[in-house]
C-alpha cells in the first residue's frame, strides 16, 4: 500500500466528488468556506488553513448531529428533529466528506509537506502530519472506509482503503509527526503565529500527537480489545497533561466567519432554537449536582452557556482531561484498577470534583464511573461522546424512536458516490449504517441489554 504520509506519494488530487452547496443548511457551508486560505500560500499559511478546516469538522455540522444521536442535545424544530429521530441520508453529510481532502484538507496537506520538506523545516512538516492524523482519524470515526492511500494520484475511481486501514495510517503519520517534532536543525522554525493554537511549540504538538494516538486507539478497541486499550494506555502516558495547552479553536468576536460554530449556528444569522439540550443530560448533570451544569448550559435559554455560545468562545476539542480518562479507562481494561482510580479522580478535580466514592468499591462501579465521567466531558469535545457510545454503548440510551437505532456512521455524500463507482448506494455496502470497527452490542458496559445499537 502506497504510504499517504509521505510526500513521495503525493501526486494530483483525485477527482473526489466535490460537491457544491445544496441550498440545505446541513451542507457543510462552514465546513468548505476558508475566507483566510490564501490562494498562493506558505507551508505555515496552509498548516493555519487546515487548522481552521479542522475545528469546522469537530466543532460544526458534524459534531451537532452526532452529538443529537448521543442525546447530549435535541432537534427541536424541522430538520434536526427529524436528525434527531435518525432521519438521516446522503444529503445530510453534504460537504464532510469534502472537507476531507479540498478546501483545507489533504490536498492543502500535501502541499504544505511539500513546501516544508523543500526548506528542510521538520516542525512545520511534524505539525501538518499530525493534523493530517487528526483530519482523517476523524473521518474514519464519521465515515469508516476512506480513499486516503489513492486519494492524492488522479485516479478517477479510488479505492477506499478499510476503516482498520486508514487507522492504522493514522498512527503511523502521528508517530512520523513525533519524530519531526523531536528535530532541533536550525531551519526547524514552524509555522509560528499562524499555528493559532501552540504557536508552534514543538512540545506542546507533541503531547497533542500522543492524546490523538490514544483517542484512535480507543476508537478500535470495540474490535481489538486489549491490544487497542494496551496501546491507548501507553501513549495516553505521553499526552496531554496540562489544561492549559488543551487544544483549542481560536474565535473571534467577528467578523461571522470567524466566530465560534456554535454562535453561528444560534447567533442573529443562525438558526437558533432548532437545536436545544436533550433532557436525559440535563438530569444527569442534575442529580449527580455536577458543578459543570452552569458552565455547560443555559437551562433557561435551552442551549449552551452563555460562556460558550459568545462568538470569541476558544472551544475545546482535544484535553487533558481526555486524556487522563482514557488513561483511566485503558488502566481499567488491562488490569490496573488502583491506576484507573488515581486517573479518574485527577479528571475529576479538573472539573472541580472531589474524589468519586462509588468508583472507589472498584469492579463494575469503577467502569461504570470512568464511562459516565467520559460521557460528561465529551461535551462539546467534537464527535466524542458519539464515539464513545457506539463502543461501549453507554450510556445505555433509549432510542429516540421506538424500534429505529442509533445511526454509528453518516452517509457519503452523493456528489461522491455518483462520482467514484466505489461508493455503493447509501444503506448498502460499506455504505450501510455501521462500520466493520462498531459492530452491534448486545449488552451495555454499563450493565443490561444494549438498547439502541
Known amino acids: 500500500m502506497i504510504k499517504p504520509w509521505k510526500i513521495a506519494s503525493?501526486?494530483?488530487?483525485?477527482?473526489?466528488?466535490?460537491?457544491?452547496?445544496?441550498?440545505?443548511?446541513?451542507?457543510?457551508?462552514?465546513?468548505?468556506?476558508?475566507?483566510?486560505?490564501?490562494?498562493?500560500?506558505?507551508?505555515?499559511q496552509l498548516v493555519g488553513g487546515v487548522q481552521s478546516n479542522l475545528w469546522s469538522l469537530w466543532g460544526s455540522d458534524p459534531a451537532r448531529v452526532t452529538g443529537m444521536w448521543a442525546q447530549q442535545?435535541?432537534?427541536?424544530?424541522?430538520?434536526?428533529?427529524s436528525l434527531y429521530q435518525y432521519a438521516h441520508d446522503e444529503t445530510t453529510t453534504n460537504g464532510f466528506h469534502t472537507g476531507l481532502y479540498a478546501g483545507g484538507g489533504l490536498v492543502d496537506l500535501a502541499k504544505a509537506d511539500s513546501l516544508a520538506i523543500k526548506g528542510n523545516d521538520k516542525h512545520t512538516l511534524g505539525i501538518s502530519?499530525?493534523?493530517?492524523?487528526?483530519l482523517m482519524?476523524?473521518?474514519?470515526?464519521?465515515?469508516?472506509?476512506?480513499?486516503?492511500s489513492q486519494a492524492l494520484q488522479g485516479k478517477t475511481n479510488p479505492t477506499?482503503?478499510?476503516q482498520q486501514a486508514v487507522y492504522d495510517s493514522v498512527q503511523k503519520v502521528l508517530s512520523a509527526g513525533i519524530a519531526n517534532m523531536a528535530s532541533s536543525n536550525p531551519t526547524d522554525v514552524g509555522p509560528g503565529s499562524y499555528d493559532q493554537v501552540y504557536g508552534g511549540n514543538p512540545a506542546s504538538w507533541t503531547k497533542l500527537a500522543y492524546t490523538l494516538k490514544a483517542r484512535f486507539y480507543m476508537h478500535t478497541a470495540k474490535v481489538d480489545g486489549l491490544a487497542?486499550?494496551?496501546?491507548?494506555?501507553?501513549?495516553?502516558?505521553?499526552?496531554?497533561?496540562?489544561?492549559?495547552?488543551?487544544?483549542?479553536g481560536v474565535f473571534q468576536a467577528s467578523p461571522l466567519a470567524e466566530t465560534n460554530f456554535y454562535y453561528q449556528f444560534n447567533g442573529p444569522a443562525g438558526r437558533g432554537g432548532y437545536m436545544g439540550i436533550d433532557p436525559q443530560f440535563i438530569n444527569l448533570l442534575v442529580t449527580r449536582n455536577d458543578p459543570?451544569?452552569?458552565?455547560?448550559?443555559?437551562?433557561?435559554?435551552?442551549y449552551v452557556s452563555a460562556t460558550r455560545n459568545a462568538p470569541d468562545y476558544q472551544q475545546t476539542y482535544v484535553s487533558a482531561a481526555e486524556n487522563l480518562l482514557i488513561w483511566s479507562e485503558a488502566a481499567y481494561r488491562t488490569g490496573d484498577p488502583a491506576t484507573a482510580l488515581t486517573k479518574l479522580n485527577a479528571a475529576r478535580a479538573l472539573a472541580g470534583l472531589g474524589p468519586d466514592v462509588a468508583a472507589a468499591a472498584g469492579g463494575q462501579a469503577l467502569l461504570t464511573e470512568i464511562l459516565t465521567e467520559e460521557y460528561i466531558n465529551d461535551f462539546q469535545l467534537g464527535e466524542e461522546a458519539w464515539n464513545?457510545?457506539?463502543?461501549?454503548?453507554?450510556?445505555?440510551?433509549t432510542p429516540t424512536v421506538s424500534n429505529l437505532k442509533m445511526p454509528r456512521r453518516l452517509y457519503y455524500d452523493s456528489g461522491e458516490r455518483q462520482t467514484n463507482t466505489n461508493i455503493p448506494d447509501a444503506g448498502t455496502g460499506v455504505n450501510g449504517s455501521f462500520n466493520q470497527l462498531d459492530p452491534s452490542a448486545t449488552t451495555s458496559d454499563g450493565g443490561g441489554a444494549c438498547l439502541d445499537q
Open 10 to 44: 503525493v501526486a494530483a488530487l483525485a477527482v473526489l466528488g466535490v460537491a457544491g452547496c445544496t441550498g440545505d443548511f446541513l451542507s457543510g457551508g462552514q465546513l468548505t468556506t476558508d475566507p483566510n486560505r490564501p490562494t498562493s500560500a506558505t507551508a505555515a
Open 73 to 81: 442535545f435535541k432537534g427541536l424544530i424541522s430538520q434536526y428533529v
Open 129 to 134: 502530519q499530525i493534523m493530517e492524523g487528526a
Open 137 to 148: 482519524g476523524t473521518g474514519a470515526d464519521i465515515f469508516g472506509d476512506l480513499v486516503y
Open 160 to 162: 477506499l482503503d478499510k
Open 228 to 248: 487497542a486499550y494496551t496501546s491507548a494506555l501507553a501513549n495516553a502516558k505521553l499526552g496531554l497533561n496540562d489544561p492549559s495547552i488543551d487544544y483549542k
Open 292 to 302: 459543570r451544569l452552569s458552565d455547560y448550559i443555559d437551562t433557561t435559554a435551552d
Open 388 to 397: 464513545l457510545y457506539k463502543r461501549t454503548c453507554f450510556p445505555n440510551l
